[in-house]
């Protein structure tokens, strides 16, 4: 299958130039300022438009089994709401249930993926439970033939996913060990659980108990406390859903240090606040329930797209995790019970564009970095995903900046009854998306093909996330200093009517004791 999209401005994280792109059998062949049709070509014409790499959401959770419920975009109805976003490839999570094994977790998640996938994924791997027989589990699936480079730890949800901190430190030691990426939801899990129940016996049993119970202070405590560790283990950190700019401050903090950390805001979080959790109508509120909550300032999401512009923050996600208005209202007597998730993956690409670039914080360039590019290096695919180069996979999205579109449930593609941007308008929208050189999104139709899509192998050691770590390992090590024997001195009582003696005891072997008479 050939493709010719002419007349269109490359944008790539470095560079922004008119050119034709070429796609053949999947990939890009050719870029150069005019390509003459051949007959049977199909064209695509992108004049006034930019051509850029298909968005990566690095942060799904398709179909996940949580709270007793089943996240409703499954991996079908999930990558079609992505393509008709511009999104074209998602990294979703392994989650095992506590004690679980990861390879029966893997092929589990396999087994839902890969017949209903219409774009490419890659998987992280969560790890619930510690011991040595996970430690060597995750030594095996960062082999070639299960493809995954990155391990995610929950500081939350006590008695589901938490680990202590002891476990998540070993977990990090071994994450450097194998040159793996350490990622962490970072909340306090113990707090949030006696927080919950003092709510819960104040009376306070709605959506407003969400995020009372885990204000943000305990997000920022947590990242704080997660870079300390990450550091002392000389192991790579991605923060993943940062919502608060405690959170974003404390990994600024340690990155000034020189600690390898990335951070992940997601679109929920650029583009909405805590606000809703008070709304007067219960399901309303409910509708916006995750972990950790919606910041309660409301100048956080401008805050946390300035980060992006300025770096301190580095690429964008979703934690798409969807639930119906039903689902939600399985906890509407204890706020504890309501399933937390939110969508994104259909709309990141929008909100990204129009509250950065349309909003003059970023540019073009910017956006394609943090939708797209460093997410295709930190999770070690890039060139082939994440760039519009020759020999790059025919990921591309022909994207109109000058367009816009009205957000709403009755036009999305998520399987759910409501979507958290309802009503809002977003400048910049993609116009066709690009699939390994297929075209699955092109005048606002889905043309997608359930199974079509393919596992990405993530391998390890990307190189923008371990580059420094072994000179940082090296100034990093213990330090032996080398003593002559020590020797200790102790006073005895005297007497009243005795001299003072004063007797030393020393390592020396036995009758080197000494005595000194005053």
Not at 343 to 355: I, Q
Request: net charge negative.
């Amino acid at each position: 299958m050939s493709l010719l999209i002419k007349n269109g401005t490359i944008v790539n994280d470095d560079a922004m130039f008119k050119s034709d792109v070429l796609v053949h059998d999947g990939k890009i062949v050719e870029i150069a300022p005019s390509i003459d049709p051949t007959p049977g070509l199909e064209v695509v014409d992108a004049t006034d438009r930019f051509v850029i790499p298909g968005g990566i959401d690095p942060h799904t959770h398709m179909q996940l089994p949580f709270m007793g419920e089943v996240a409703k975009d499954d991996f079908h109805r999930g990558t079609e709401a992505a393509v008709a976003g511009g999104t074209t490839m998602i990294i979703d999570f392994v989650i095992p249930t506590k004690g679980e094994s990861l390879l029966v977790a893997y092929d589990r998640w396999r087994g839902w993926a890969d017949p209903k996938v219409v774009c490419d994924y890659g998987l992280s791997m969560a790890i619930t439970s510690w011991g040595q027989e996970i430690a060597k589990e995750m030594e095996m699936v960062t082999k070639a033939d299960y493809g995954i480079n990155s391990f995610k730890f929950f500081l939350a949800y006590a008695g589901v996913f938490m680990v202590r901190d002891e476990e998540f430190y070993q977990g990090m030691l071994q994450c450097a060990k194998l040159r793996a990426l350490a990622r962490v939801h970072a909340e306090n899990g113990a707090v949030i659980a006696e927080r919950c129940e003092h709510l819960l016996s104040s009376g306070i049993t709605g959506p407003e108990g969400h995020t009372q119970s885990r204000p943000e202070e305990l997000e920022a405590e947590a990242t704080f406390r997660a870079c300390t560790m990450a550091s002392q283990a000389n192991c790579p950190l991605y923060v993943v859903h940062v919502m608060s700019k405690g959170a974003a401050a404390a990994i600024a903090h340690h990155r000034k240090k020189g600690a390898v950390v990335f951070g992940e805001p997601i679109a929920a979080g650029l583009a909405t606040d805590g606000s809703h959790y008070y709304n007067e109508d219960w399901l309303h509120a409910a509708r916006y329930i995750m972990s950790p909550p919606l910041s309660r300032d409301p100048s956080t999401p401008n805050a946390l797209m300035k980060l992006l512009a300025a770096g301190e923050l580095h690429l964008t996600a979703t934690d798409n995790c969807t639930f119906d208005c039903h689902q939600k209202s399985l906890g509407k007597d204890d706020f504890t019970k309501i399933p937390n998730g939110v969508n994104g993956v259909e709309d990141r690409m929008s909100v990204v564009w129009d509250k950065g670039v349309h909003a003059g914080i970023i540019d073009p360039m910017k956006f394609v970095a943090v939708t797209s590019t460093m997410a295709a290096k930190i999770f070690n695919c890039y060139p082939r995903k994440g760039r519009i180069a020759v020999g790059s996979d025919a990921d591309i999205v022909v994207w109109n900046a000058n367009a816009t579109r009205t957000i709403s449930k009755d036009t999305h593609h998520h399987a759910i009854d409501f979507n958290i941007f309802e009503g809002m308008q977003v400048h910049g929208v993609p116009e066709t998306t690009i699939c390994r050189g297929r075209i699955v999104w092109a005048d606002g139709q889905l043309r997608t093909v359930q199974g079509a899509g393919r596992f990405v192998p993530l391998p390890p050691d990307s190189q923008i996330v371990f580059s420094a770590v072994d000179n940082r390992g090296k100034a990093l090590e213990p330090v032996k200093v080398e003593r002559a024997p020590y020797v200790a001195t102790t006073l005895e009582a005297p007497d009243a009517n005795a001299n003072i003696v004063v007797k030393t005891r020393s390592a020396v072997p036995p009758g080197g004791i000494s005595s000194i008479q005053f």
